[in-house]
Nanobody
């Protein structure tokens, strides 16, 4: 299974970015897909998850600002990030759970103040 992320970059505070992740490879069925992030010196934390039936779960710090979208037919998951803050600066990792967890290589998001 391979996860390919795109869409990271540099943005000013208050701006928006959209991250995309596409899964490929042999897997029977996908349960959860989503995004985690890790800032320098901090542990990896949940940003947003979406189950196969569309249920979502967001980290407290991003609720109301970020929205996760999933396309089951294409095995893709996007993260729309609005009202970005400097504290959102981190490496964002795509996540997929089938019979085990898979991670993307990470994409850097930098929010300048």
């Amino acid at each position: 299974v391979q996860l390919v992320e795109s869409g990271g970059g540099l943005v000013q505070a208050g701006g928006s970015l959209r991250l995309s992740c596409a899964a490929s490879g042999m897997f029977f069925s996908v349960n959860d897909m989503g995004w985690y992030r890790q800032a320098p010196g901090k542990e990896r934390e949940l940003v947003a998850l979406v189950t196969h039936d569309g249920s979502t779960n967001y980290g407290d710090s991003v609720k109301g600002r970020f929205t996760i979208f999933r396309d089951n037919a294409k095995d893709t998951v996007d993260l729309q990030m609005n009202s970005l803050k400097p504290e959102d600066t981190a490496v964002y990792y795509c996540y997929l759970w089938t019979i085990k967890a898979y991670w993307g290589q990470g994409t850097q998001v930098i929010v300048s103040s």
